[in-house]
């Protein structure tokens, strides 16, 4: 996996990680955090990494369960048939799960999240193909950054000899330990002529940046592709 190195900003420690089993699908790890919002009220946030180690495409539709408990283990939200990206999975290819999840609970009561696989993914009669593209983080922005919202800027290319104005991109980003930290998916809209390039934006909240420093999280690795899904 080929991943942009970034400047490393001023923080340690590594994101939380696990490992699970869906008939092939694997985490290969993840990252939790808690955002604060209000005193009764936040954000769970589960970033996770995935890989295709079967012989067959796993489809990412519905592929899981989120779950964010209360330091006393009861169940705060749930979120369930979750989706993945890309939407398919080669053998051997890894894709992202990404979720935030509401709580009415403040910050400090929030205890652990929880990310469970479907026991069994569909097997889609689909391709997903995914094209690199490059990727940027606004670092001193992010060093600055006080109650404000930062941005990952993403170079978009317009090869065909069409206008086109919507991408289906994904991006995710690692910290200092190669632990993942963050992951997007999602259609962007940018109105680019054939031949031209554009620039799109991902918001990162100044929520999770709080969330990352205070975990001791480093931006340092950075990837996106556009992903396309067909029929076979």
């Known amino acids: 996996m080929k991943k942009t190195a970034l400047i490393l900003l001023v923080c340690m420690l590594a994101a939380l990680c696990a490992t699970a089993f869906a ?41 899981c369960d989120v779950r964010f408990y209360d330091t006393d283990g009861e169940m705060l939200k749930e979120y369930t048939d ?12 890894t894709g992202y799960i990404s979720e935030d999840v509401f709580l009415l609970a403040g910050a400090r009561d929030v205890g652990k999240g929880e990310l469970v696989l479907h026991p069994d993914p569909e097997l889609p009669d689909m391709i997903s193909t995914r ?16 109650d404000e919202d930062c941005y990952i800027f993403i170079e978009l290319e317009n090869t065909t000899d069409e206008l086109l ?30 031949g031209e390039k554009g620039i799109v934006r991902i918001e990162l909240p100044f929520s999770l940046i709080e969330a990352w420093c205070e975990k001791g999280d480093v931006p340092t690795y950075l990837e996106s592709f556009r992903y396309e899904t067909r029929s076979k």
């Open 23 to 63: 008939d092939g699908l694997t985490v290969v790890e993840r990252a939790e955090y808690v955002r604060k919002e209000f005193d009764t009220s936040s954000y769970g946030s589960i970033y996770a990494e995935v890989r295709n180690d079967s012989d067959k495409p796993i489809s990412l539709s519905k592929v």
């Open 131 to 146: 094209t690199p593209v490059t990727a940027t983080l606004d670092l001193d922005a992010l060093n600055a950054a006080d």
């Open 165 to 194: 104005g919507e991408f289906s991109i994904s991006t995710a980003m690692w910290n200092q330990h190669n632990k993942i930290m963050f992951a997007y998916s999602g259609y962007v809209s940018a109105l680019v002529p054939p």
């Open 82 to 93: 979750r989706y993945g990206f890309p939407s398919v999975l080669q053998p051997g290819e």
